[in-house]
């Protein structure tokens, strides 16, 4: 079974920085997307970043300058480093990937369980 696992989030005051850690384990074949979303309490999911298998990568307006999406492919990680953090980047922040499994050809999405970053002003 695929699991996403994140870790690194925390609480820091406005300004400051966390890097965020996700590492995909189980049968996997190949990775094609992988992203950070977040999610604030009564709002909806968003997407934060996403970087292709390629390095390619995205960001939502509000955070471009400030966070940066990475991966290590042989390690089936991806990393958010978020610098100058402000109190309304809190929220839950679930890491997402595209991959399939070495039983099955098909590409899956798989989503981790998410960590929580508080930021206080």
């Known amino acids: 079974q695929v699991q996403l696992v994140e870790s690194g989030g925390g609480l820091v005051q406005a300004g400051g920085s966390l890097r965020l850690s996700c590492a995909a384990s189980?049968?996997?074949?190949?990775?094609?997307?992988m992203a950070w979303y977040r999610q604030a309490p009564g709002k909806q999911r968003e997407l934060v970043a996403s970087i292709t298998s390629g390095g390619s990568s995205n960001y939502a307006d509000s955070d471009k300058g400030r966070f940066t999406i990475s991966r290590d492919n042989a390690k089936n990680t991806v990393y958010l480093q978020m610098n100058s953090l402000k109190p309304e980047d809190t929220a839950v922040y679930y890491c997402?990937?595209?991959?399939?499994?070495?039983?099955?050809?098909?590409?899956?999405?798989?989503w981790g369980q998410g960590t929580q970053v508080t930021v206080s002003s």
């Open positions: 189980g049968s996997i074949f190949s990775i094609n997307v």
């Open positions: 997402y990937a595209d991959l399939s499994t070495r039983y099955s050809g098909r590409y899956f999405r798989y």
